[in-house]
């Protein structure tokens, strides 16, 4: 039997932006067996998701949407606002997640994998387990205490920040606690040696395998592409790893045993 018998989520949200406080526009999952890399069954989710806005930004903590943000991922304020909101989107998708976990057990559940996958697993935690994370912000930077002082009451002014998000489960219950895959380390890996892709962004890999490049920053293409580009490096990786012998008989690369003796460590 295979060590991973794991589903394989791949996954991408389109943003507002790229702060640290950026609102996600769009989530995508594609959902890969693990044996036959090819899609599951019910395997795809997509939905866009109405943003917070104008006040509400500052009531919540996030940043307003980018209008540079909306002309990138072709997304318009007026299909965004049209879209549920994210806890109604989030508990849809949760369902999806948990669809393709039957056991319901954390070490069963599917792994996420993503092209920059930190950029979408940021957004997964925030919508998860807060982007707050329980934090207590302020609006402002508090006086000194002397200028407090000498202020009446009316003129110490906190205002706290609502969490927008945190909707749970908690992320490591919906995704398998470890590993998260980086696809384009994939792609680093097979090509690191070579003189094309050279940007090795997902764009400039599909078009150097000869796939061309249109449709990209949208959550739901990025995604496609991106599981495209994981099967067929899987596919490689286990045509080559069943025809290497592992076998070293204790000799390495590195001479690791002199390096190991010249440092004076006792193993």
């Known amino acids: 039997m295979a060590i991973n018998h794991n589903k394989y989520a791949v996954t991408d949200f389109e943003t507002g932006g790229i702060t640290q406080n950026r609102q996600p526009l ?77 056991k319901a057990k954390k070490w069963d559940a599917p792994i996420f994998c993503g092209w920059n996958y930190l950029f979408d697993w940021e957004i997964m935690e925030n919508l998860t387990d807060g982007l707050l994370k329980g934090r207590h912000t302020i609006k402002d930077k508090l006086p000194a205490k002397t200028t407090i002082k000498k202020m009446v009451d009316k003129e110490v002014e906190v205002i706290p920040v609502k969490e927008p998000y945190g909707f749970g489960p908690p992320i490591e219950n919906l995704f398998r606690p470890f590993p998260q895959i980086e696809v384009s380390q994939y792609a680093f890996s097979f090509f690191e040696s070579s003189r094309e892709p050279h940007l090795l962004n997902i764009s400039s890999v599909k078009e150097y395998i000869g796939f061309k490049n249109e449709g990209m920053h949208n959550a739901i293409v990025d995604c496609l592409w991106t599981a495209e580009l994981f099967a067929r490096f899987l596919r490689l990786q286990r045509i080559f790893s069943s025809e290497i012998d592992f076998k070293t008989d204790g000799e390495t690369f590195l001479d690791i045993p002199k390096e190991i003796e010249k440092l004076n460590i006792k193993i």
Request: charge should be negative; hydrophobic fraction near 30%.
């Open 26 to 102: 769009s989530i995508a999952t594609v959902i890969l067996d693990p044996r036959k890399l090819s899609l599951c069954d019910n395997g795809i989710f997509y939905s866009l998701i109405k943003p917070y806005e104008d006040e509400d930004c500052e009531k919540y903590g996030v940043d307003p949407i980018s209008p540079d943000a909306l002309a990138k991922n072709k997304l318009s304020m007026d299909d965004l606002r049209a879209a549920n909101p994210p806890k109604k989107v989030f508990e849809e998708y949760t369902s999806f997640i948990k669809y393709h976990n039957p």
